[in-house]
């Protein structure tokens, strides 16, 4: 069946890259905040804040794929975003202290001024049916986050907590009301403009990686350690990185041809917001072994080094199995055997735990690079 998801290729404009420098410095300020707060509530925070932040951006970025960035309302709009987004992104250390009602103030004006202002730029009635359905599930969530910024400690965790979850299950089950749901095949959509989106927010995770790794590497003493931990990190990201990107021309390819591209684009966010969650996870556990890399590596740091990555690989298999009925047995071997070395070795030292984590991400990212790319070309063509 012919596919209907729009232009075939639309170009990412200059404009949208610069609006995802704001970007850049939230991941910066989320890796910062969970350093600062390497324990089970500092991480729950990090989580909130860093699903507002995704949903801040993915949300956006539909926008805009649905209204290109050449009009002139979305160029507006999207300038208009990014300097909220500033603001909101520098609350974020301070946003369970005394920056809470910035952060929700920017946030909430983001998320619902955008969705008024794309209900007033003449959509088709299927899409204009679906964002006010949209509204009123943030509308719903709203309340939780006023009152969380209205209150503090444990307390501001636990409603922000609740209206997270809120906007989580309205983007899972496409904001449904009662007796009105999304049915996104045969929707006019260029859907392959959100993976080129998301392959650009991976490579700024990428980025705050890399400078997570050399701005301990300029703090660290200049050692063999030193020179061997900040080696293996970089080796690690760099796997992963071939993991992403050796493959996904595939997968855009795959949203040109499908006849549902609604589906298989929200399907992408999903596994994007997990994927750069991981990343950041192990950027953060690999500047704990640079700094300290003879230390027990203990529970906090292996569940950086080995979930980060467990949760990227995983997020990604689930993609390719949502969209080419494709479950490589080579992922499952290297997801069990990420679990199995987190369990053996918290009281190694640091070192060893992040050499092994890398290893597992190098023998998978070596071994996916020797399969024939005409695995993928298939898939990619039968989905």
């Not at 404009?13 to 410095?25: G, S």
């Not at 660290?220 to 030193?226: F, I, Q, V």
């Not at 949502?322 to 047995?329: A, E, G, R």
């Amino acid at each position: 069946m012919q596919s209907t998801s729009g232009p075939a290729r639309r170009e990412v404009t200059p404009l949208e890259l610069f609006f995802d420098l704001v970007y850049v410095f939230a991941i910066g300020q989320l890796s910062h905040q969970l350093l600062a707060r390497p324990t089970w509530t500092g991480a729950a925070q990090t989580l909130v804040l860093y699903l507002a932040v995704y949903a801040a951006w993915a949300y956006t970025t539909w926008a805009v794929t649905l209204v290109p960035a050449e009009d002139r309302r979305t160029r507006r709009m999207l300038l208009t975003v990014m300097l909220l987004g500033l603001f909101m992104n520098a609350a974020i250390p301070r946003a369970f202290g005394d920056a809470g009602w910035v952060f929700v103030a920017t946030f909430l004006l983001i998320h619902l001024g955008r969705t008024v202002r794309l209900l007033r730029v003449g959509l088709d009635p299927r899409e204009q049916e679906h964002w006010r359905r949209v509204l009123v599930w943030f509308s719903a969530a709203a309340p939780f986050w006023l009152i969380g910024a209205a209150t503090d400690g444990g307390a501001r965790l636990a409603w922000w907590a609740a209206a997270t979850l809120i906007e989580l299950a309205g983007t899972w089950t496409a904001h449904p009301l009662p007796g009105r749901r999304l049915d996104s095949r045969q929707v006019t959509f260029a859907g392959a403009h959100l993976p080129e989106r998301g392959r650009l927010f991976m490579i700024i995770a990428f980025g705050e990686a890399v400078m997570t790794t050399g701005t301990a590497l300029t703090t660290a003493p200049y050692e063999p350690m030193t020179l061997l931990t900040s080696s293996v990190a970089l080796a690690g990201t760099v796997a992963l990185f071939w993991l992403f990107f050796s493959r996904s021309e595939h997968i855009v390819r795959h949203y040109q041809q499908t006849e549902d591209p609604i589906r298989a684009g929200r399907s992408g966010v999903y596994s994007l917001m997990a994927s750069v969650a991981g990343m950041i996870a192990a950027a953060a556990g690999d500047e704990r072994v640079i700094a300290h890399p003879a230390h027990r590596a203990g529970l906090t740091t292996i569940l950086l080094l080995f979930g980060g990555p467990a949760l990227y690989i995983g997020a990604q298999t689930w993609h390719g199995r949502t969209l080419f009925d494709d479950l490589p047995k080579a992922r499952l071997i290297a997801l069990s055997a990420l679990i199995v070395a987190c369990a053996v070795t918290p009281t190694a030292p640091a070192y060893l735990a992040a050499v092994v984590a890398a290893a597992i991400v190098v023998t998978l990212a070596a071994y996916e690079d020797r399969r024939p790319s005409e695995d993928f070309s298939e898939q990619g063509s039968t989905a």
